[in-house]
């Protein structure tokens, strides 16, 4: 008999990433969002109202914004992952790929 392996569902997908969020939140306080957004808007995970609506946010709760936005995307990983390396965060990459793949 042969099983067949179902992949994850989107819901799945979703509460890992939370989940990796809400752990890398330590290390995203770190970053400036002005130099991670708008990477983000032009690799079209977030729209230009996000960028504004984050920027209006006070310092402390930038990140604490933008990580409640990811949480509501699908394909932000990647993106991010990105903008960290290319603003010279590649330790917190680091540890976002290793979260993602359960390392």
């Not at 989107?10 to 939140?25: C, F, S, T, Y």
């Not at 079209?44 to 604490?64: C, F, H, I, P, T």
């Amino acid at each position: 008999m042969t099983t067949v392996s179902c992949s994850p569902s989107l819901a799945d997908i979703r509460a890992l990433q939370a989940d990796n969020l809400d752990r890398l939140r330590d290390s995203l306080q770190q970053i400036n969002i002005r130099d991670v957004v708008p990477l983000l808007v032009a690799r079209n995970v977030l729209r230009s109202y996000e960028m504004g609506a984050l920027y209006e946010k006070g310092s402390g709760e930038q990140v604490d914004a933008l990580i409640d936005l990811l949480k509501t995307k699908n394909h932000w990983v990647g993106p991010l992952t990105d903008a960290l390396i290319r603003n010279g965060k590649a330790p917190i990459a680091t540890i976002l790929l290793e979260l993602q793949t359960g390392k």
